[in-house]
């Protein structure tokens, strides 16, 4: 059964930057497709980006597109959420999922596994 771990997150000031990572303990078609999500307090949890394995496909929420670059590493278990110019509606938990390969990207029980979770937290 494959894990996934996030790192990655921390306090940063509105304007900066944060890169997350997910790494999955190991390869298997449940990361065909890996994606983002996030949860702040008292809110659903929402889709950030996602791509598939081969990257031919990267999908973005509205509300990250062009802040956000998501990507796999050399390492080819892990897929990192670049945050560029983060802003204090950010501030969430970021959840990394795996899926086989799928392209409805935002539907949540498309994904199989889940991550713990790493917590961003951007202030004002």
């Known amino acids: 059964q494959v894990q996934l771990v996030e790192s990655g997150g921390g306090l940063v000031r509105a304007g900066g930057s944060l890169r997350l990572s997910c790494v999955a303990s190991?390869?298997?078609?449940?990361?065909?497709?890996t994606a983002w999500f996030r949860q702040a307090p008292g809110k659903e949890r929402e889709f950030v980006a996602a791509m598939t394995w081969s990257g031919g496909d990267t999908v973005y929420s509205d509300s990250v597109k062009g802040r956000f670059l998501i990507s796999r590493g050399y390492d080819m278990n892990a897929v990192h959420l670049q945050m560029n110019n983060l802003k204090p509606e950010d501030t969430a938990v970021y959840y990394c999922?795996?899926?086989?390969?799928?392209?409805?990207?935002?539907?949540?029980?498309?994904?199989?596994?889940w991550g713990r979770g790493t917590q961003v937290t951007v202030s004002s």
């Open positions: 999922a795996g899926a086989p390969f799928t392209r409805d990207f935002y539907q949540t029980n498309e994904y199989v596994v």
């Open positions: 190991v390869r298997t078609s449940n990361t065909d497709t």
